[in-house]
């Protein structure tokens, strides 16, 4: 797939603290990409370094061809940023906001920034923002970012602060944007949320790119439990796509990517006592990387591998 964000390994260095370590990576034209990673990853860093407000210590990015550093204001007229720390002109109405920052592109994207927060996000453009509770402020913000005509929307943290349904709303909008054709970046905490609406994720930890996930054939794998009445074999037919994940005895716990009828049609000649069929969600990975008992010393060979 085309690349419209790309970065090549890319550091940014405070004294001798690495806020990002040689990352690597490229974001496809009109996919939804996920960042993941606990506050002091990098994520809010990379971002910042795409958009060309801080300036790489090594490496470089570029945006539809274009270098993060030296064209920063090109890249930035094909992106519509929503930050995780939101600041705003509190004497302004939220009408005199929208307005405000739709004339910085030239008055483009007033009517449907309108429309977002009015109708969608049912807010009362008349008031000034400074009576806009967190969430209220949220919201205006999300309905200029979703309203801006541009390539790329890049959302950091976007739900925060927001209540249950106006995260399922943001969600819907994300997917608005995907079928429009624009690229977004979504970072956040939440990993249903990321887990729900994205094409890739990536997952990082202390400035270092860990690994990344193609979420479509995560969905098609299937977890398979099965205790057998006896030991069970040892190997399993090649044409069945089995991987074994854990064994404990008669109970194997199996990865499963292949098709699902010749599967179970293999199980009912096994001596099966109990079988169960599901799915694993993104937890799963991210503990990977950030479980209670990670190590960085046993992490290092995952992080040359999504290097490679």
């Known amino acids: 797939m085309e690349s419209i964000i790309a970065t090549h390994q890319l550091t940014k260095k405070y004294g001798d603290f690495y806020a990002l370590r040689n990352l690597s990576l490229e974001i496809h034209r009109g996919e ?9 990853s990098g994520k809010t860093t990379t971002i910042r370094t795409i958009l060309g407000m801080i300036r790489a210590t090594e490496g470089f990015a570029s945006v539809a ?22 600041r705003m002109f509190g004497y302004l109405s939220g009408y005199q906001h929208l307005k405000f920052l ?3 592109r030239g008055g483009a994207g007033l009517e449907r920034a309108v429309h977002i927060a009015e109708n969608i996000m049912e807010l009362d453009l008349n ?28 959302l950091d943290e976007p ?36 887990e729900r609406i994205s094409d890739r994720v990536a997952i990082m930890r202390r ?29 399993f037919p090649d044409d069945l796509g089995l991987i074994v994940r854990r064994r404990d005895g008669r109970e194997i716990l199996f990865e499963h990517q292949g098709e699902i009828r010749s599967l179970l049609d293999w199980f009912s000649r096994q001596g099966i006592s109990e079988i169960a069929i599901g799915t694993e969600d993104l937890r799963g990975l991210y503990d990977k990387f950030h479980g209670p008992d990670v190590r960085d010393e046993e992490l290092a060979p995952l992080v040359q591998s999504a290097r490679s």
């Open 102 to 104: 739709c004339e910085l």
């Open 159 to 194: 739900t925060s602060a927001l209540d249950p349904s106006a995260r399922g709303l943001v969600l819907d909008l994300v997917m608005t944007a995907k079928a429009q054709g624009q690229t977004v970046i979504f970072s956040g905490h939440v990993l249903s949320e990321v």
């Open 32 to 40: 939804v990409f996920g960042l993941l990673g606990p506050n002091g």
């Open 207 to 235: 400035g270092q790119l860990m690994h990344v996930e193609d979420m479509h054939s995560r969905r098609c794998a299937r977890m398979v439990l099965a205790r057998f009445d006896e030991e069970p074999p040892t190997e």
């Open 127 to 154: 008031r000034k923002v400074r009576r806009y509770s967190t969430g209220m402020k949220q919201k205006l913000a999300l309905a200029q970012a979703f309203a801006d005509p541009v390539e790329i929307l890049i």
């Open 65 to 86: 061809g274009l270098d993060c550093w030296n064209d920063s204001l090109a890249v930035r007229e094909r992106v519509s940023y929503l930050p995780g720390e939101l």
